[in-house]
């Protein structure tokens, strides 16, 4: 059934937003750098590899320069349209071809490269990669305003690696552990909401069952 609303609302975005996608591809074309998308490789089901679609919105070799694939808030290597689509997530709407495609679900765990992943546990990432990977989900929701938390911090890789991380893949095993049609509309709902609201803790009043942040991670929640 959610294979079904995975298809459905996927073919009305691309209608819908059609001149949107059309207007962006041409914008990044002629400005930046003349890169429309970028495609990087992360595990899917079943720990299948599969190339994740976006719109470009940082520096050739970003990945390799600075943070490495961590963004911080006025992170130099984001390009000037780059910071607009990043802020908006109208960077991650090519990411529809992916759902179409069946690599990805509208809701669940965002998928993460292989190097991301072997901070997770053996035990979890066995859960998490069970299911399609998410345009959104639970760790996105929750973590909207990540890049403004990694640029309060001194070392945002390690504070990624060792405080971020832990919790989010809590978050990804709860999601995939009590998924639902239900909790997949709410949170399709909640993701409408972070992106306008990106303040708000509506989430945790809706989750009343979430995993508790605690430590160092609940000061930025």
Same mark, same amino acid.
């Given at each position: 059934?959610?294979?079904?609303f995975?298809?459905?609302?996927?073919?009305?975005?691309?209608?819908?937003?059609?001149?949107l996608?059309?207007f962006?591809?041409?914008?990044?074309? #002629?400005?930046?750098?003349g890169?429309?998308?970028?495609?990087?490789?992360?595990?899917?089901?079943? !720990?299948i590899?599969? %190339?994740?679609?976006k719109?470009?919105?940082?520096?050739?070799?970003?990945?390799?320069t600075?943070?490495?694939?961590?963004?911080? &808030?006025?992170?130099?290597? @984001?390009?000037?349209?780059?910071? #607009?689509?990043?802020a908006s997530?109208?960077?991650?709407?090519?990411?529809?071809?992916?759902?179409?495609?069946? &690599?990805?679900?509208?809701i669940?765990?965002?998928p993460l490269?292989?190097d991301?992943?072997?901070?997770?546990?053996?035990?979890?990432v066995? @859960? +998490?990669t /069970?299911?399609?990977?998410?345009?959104?989900?639970?760790? /996105?929701v929750?973590?909207r &305003?990540?890049?403004?938390?990694l640029?309060?911090t001194?070392?945002?890789? +390690?504070?990624?690696?060792?405080?971020?991380?832990?919790?989010?893949?809590?978050?990804?095993?709860?999601? @995939? !552990?009590?998924?639902?049609?239900?909790?997949?509309?709410?949170?399709?709902?909640?993701?409408?909401?972070?992106?306008? %609201?990106?303040?708000?803790?509506?989430?945790?009043?809706? #989750?009343?069952?979430?995993?508790?942040?605690?430590?160092?991670?609940? &000061?930025?929640?």
């Amino acid at each position: 059934m959610i294979r079904f609303f995975d298809i459905l609302f996927s073919l009305s975005v691309i209608v819908i937003l059609s001149p949107l996608l059309i207007f962006v591809s041409l914008l990044l074309k #002629f400005t930046g750098e003349g890169e429309v998308f970028y495609l990087q490789e992360r595990v899917g089901q079943n !720990n299948i590899p599969f %190339f994740v679609i976006k719109f470009a919105t940082m520096k050739k070799n970003s990945p390799f320069t600075g943070a490495g694939t961590i963004t911080v &808030d006025n992170d130099p290597r @984001v390009l000037p349209v780059g910071r #607009f689509l990043r802020a908006s997530k109208i960077n991650e709407l090519p990411q529809i071809i992916n759902i179409l495609k069946g &690599d990805m679900s509208i809701i669940g765990p965002r998928p993460l490269t292989v190097d991301a992943y072997k901070y997770y546990s053996v035990e979890g990432v066995e @859960v +998490i990669t /069970s299911v399609r990977p998410g345009l959104s989900g639970i760790g /996105s929701v929750i973590f909207r &305003d990540e890049e403004s938390i990694l640029a309060q911090t001194s070392e945002p890789k +390690i504070f990624h690696r060792k405080v971020i991380g832990p919790y989010k893949e809590e978050l990804e095993v709860w999601y @995939v !552990n009590n998924k639902s049609l239900t909790k997949y509309f709410l949170l399709i709902l909640l993701t409408a909401l972070a992106v306008v %609201f990106p303040k708000n803790k509506i989430v945790w009043k809706v #989750f009343s069952s979430l995993p508790n942040p605690g430590g160092q991670i609940s &000061d930025y929640l």
